[in-house]
């Protein structure tokens, strides 16, 4: 994945109703008035939502007779987690040192 690509799908999961929608499509394919359903917002505004979800390549869409459906397309967000993995060995490395200085600590004073 270029950087450009994981830069739109971090900016697209940034928003709130735009990880929601994310969640819901884990249940399966919608239309627009289905996910807009839970938001006090417009279709319209759930639209463009789904534009930018799309523009990050995390949902497709298509239609099925004249209903519109958006998909989830999950290898971009397997991506982002692999680029995020790649620090969990930092902070695991920070949390081991912080440990052994913690253990140190306790030793001293209870000698």
Do not use: C, N
């Not at 994310?22 to 996910?35: F, N």
């Not at 759930?46 to 459906?69: C, D, F, M, N, P």
């Amino acid at each position: 994945m270029s950087g450009d690509q994981l830069s739109a799908v971090f900016s697209a999961l940034a928003d709130p109703t735009r990880r929601a929608i994310l969640a819901r499509l884990t249940e399966g394919e919608a239309t627009v008035a289905e996910l807009a359903a839970p938001f006090r917002v417009s279709q319209p505004a759930i639209s463009r939502h789904l534009k930018v979800l799309e523009q990050a390549g995390l949902i497709s869409r298509h239609r099925r007779a004249t209903a519109r459906l958006s998909r989830l397309e999950a290898e971009p967000l397997r991506a982002a987690t692999t680029w995020l993995a790649g620090y969990q060995e930092f902070w695991d490395e920070r949390f081991d040192r912080l440990d052994a200085l913690l253990t140190s600590l306790q030793d001293e004073h209870s000698d």
